[in-house]
């Protein structure tokens, strides 16, 4: 498959965590089975990493984008550990492992066992401020509520209302389950983002019994276990950006920036042959020719590169819609605030009508993130919801930030250091039916010879899923390629 006397040659598109993930993990492959490979990964800007950015300034450590990734999903931690960060790695400060929701102004505390959408424990619901006594009665009845017959995927506002009624949607699932992928729950796909809830009513008939048993297992578990657990969000010592600094080092030979793709496709030359080989253009009018290509890119930017060669792929990449997000960073003196709210922070319902959708208190929630006495604390601006506030300018965006913060934590002082970092059409969103549209994605991909697929609008937006997505492309390019096929 090789050119004659030339290593085979595997280019990769798109420099986030999921296309340095297949970078790394090829030339993990190609030297344990001592195969001959050239790799080369194409970033069009001139950072890597994505949302994974790490700013350190006077003393902070300040995460303008993804700050954690969960410890349960094992591909991220293992790739830490591979690259040599197991040292890194820190757990979150469980003392404050907290989180706040916004009603009527004012920070009421989660009840304790609700599990992004559904509660484990009856006693707490029923203590809580955060329920009217209407919405509480209506959480009782959860167990009662026949299981859907259907097999079809729905919205989250539609499980979550059907199952736990209306307010258990506006005050916690909406801000909390939908909040992750920043998407409006009435289009989110339930069986693409929670499908542990789906399986969870038609194995058990009721969330709240099988949040109840899951609850049991892990207790059982953790007393059969010894040694250290990590908590369920970790991060590394020097800030989330550790671990594409380091895949950056290893892979600085691989690493083309300001690299920016415009076209793939197989080369004319290669019309006949059984394994073509696939030419890459760039926006300077270079052409790069790869045995195997990986897109890692955004999908509504790798749509227009496949529109020539693959039509049909092109059309349903360019069907995955994206939003867009902003964060603002402040750092304030810990006696900037009146009570400084013992927590990981706080989430905003839409029916809140304030203008940001969620705080967090990343010197809490990450031991080393600001020196002592100093509070580092984000907001999050956008998202499907909210979409107008992505046309707010820096400033308008700090004055929002700090308003909200002044209304709901009575934080008046001006904060000692600021920083807003935009990430426009950054958050896929898994609309309904979105498994299905992957699947057709696949099944068309598939069918190209050396060429898959990964990132984030694939099947998971999380960091450990985008490392398993780029690293099964890579395996799946590599075991084709060693193959012959
Ligand atoms: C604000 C924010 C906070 C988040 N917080 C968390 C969190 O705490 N924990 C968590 O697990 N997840 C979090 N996420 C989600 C997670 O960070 C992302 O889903 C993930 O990093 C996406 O990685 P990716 O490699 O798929 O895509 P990207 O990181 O977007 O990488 C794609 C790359 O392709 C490049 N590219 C685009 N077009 C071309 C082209 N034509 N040619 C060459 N290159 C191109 C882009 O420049 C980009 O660098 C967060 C996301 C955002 C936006």
Not at 410 to 430: D, I, N
Request: net charge neutral.
């Amino acid at each position: 498959m090789a050119r004659s006397g030339q290593p085979p040659r595997v280019a990769i598109i798109g420099g986030g965590i999921a296309g340095l993930s297949a970078a790394y993990r090829l030339s993990e492959l190609a030297a344990a089975s001592e195969t001959p490979l050239e790799v080369a990964l194409f970033e069009a800007s001139d950072r890597l990493g994505g949302p994974l950015e790490t700013i350190r300034r006077d003393g902070f450590v300040i995460e303008t984008g993804a700050d954690s990734f969960l410890s349960e999903k094992p591909w991220a931690l293992q790739l830490a550990e591979r690259l040599g960060l197991r040292g890194e790695v820190i757990a979150t400060q469980e003392q404050y492992r907290k989180t706040y929701v916004v009603r009527e102004g004012r920070l009421v505390e989660l009840p304790e066992g609700f599990s992004l959408l559904a509660p484990t424990f009856i006693a707490p619901v029923l203590r809580s401020p955060l329920f009217s006594w209407r919405g509480k009665l209506r959480i009782l009845l959860e167990p009662l509520i026949p299981r859907r017959r259907e097999e079809s995927d729905e919205s989250l506002a539609r499980f979550v209302t059907r199952r736990l009624g209306r307010e258990v949607l506006e005050r916690i699932a909406q801000p909390l389950a939908g909040g992750i992928y920043t998407a409006d729950p009435e289009s989110l796909s339930i069986a693409a983002t929670m499908p542990r809830f789906v399986e969870m009513e038609r194995n058990k008939g009721s969330l709240v019994r099988g949040l109840r048993v899951a609850a049991h297992g892990r207790a059982a578990e953790a007393r059969g276990t010894s040694g250290a657990r990590w908590s369920l969000f970790v991060s590394f010592k020097g800030g989330i950006a550790a671990i594409i600094d380091a895949l950056a080092a290893r892979l600085a030979q691989s690493i083309h920036r300001r690299a920016r793709v415009i076209e793939l496709n197989q080369r004319p030359e290669d019309a006949d042959s059984v394994t073509p080989r696939w030419r890459i253009r760039f926006a300077d009018g270079a052409e790069f020719d790869a045995d195997a290509v990986v897109c890692a890119a955004p999908a509504y930017a790798l749509a227009p590169l496949l529109e020539a060669h693959h039509a049909q792929l092109a059309a349903a990449l360019a069907g995955i819609r994206y939003a867009s997000a902003a964060t603002v960073a402040m750092a304030f003196r810990t006696a900037d605030f009146p009570r400084l709210p013992r927590s990981f922070g706080f989430v905003v319902p839409i029916v809140e009508n304030r203008r940001i959708i969620a705080g967090s208190f990343s010197s809490l929630k990450f031991a080393g993130r600001a020196p002592d006495g100093m509070v580092l604390a984000r907001v999050f601006i956008g998202g499907a919801l909210q979409s107008e506030m992505m046309a707010l300018d820096e400033d308008a965006m700090i004055t929002a930030a700090r308003e909200e913060f002044a209304a709901l934590l009575g934080v008046a002082a001006k904060p000692a250091l600021v920083c807003v970092r935009r990430w426009p059409e950054s958050m896929p969103q898994y609309e309904v039916g979105h498994l299905e549209r992957v699947a057709a994605i696949e099944r068309e991909a598939g069918a190209l010879k050396g060429f898959a697929l990964a990132g984030a609008f694939m099947r998971g937006v999380g960091i450990p899923d985008c490392v398993h997505c780029g690293e099964a492309a890579a395996e799946a390019v590599f075991a084709a390629m060693t193959s012959g096929g």
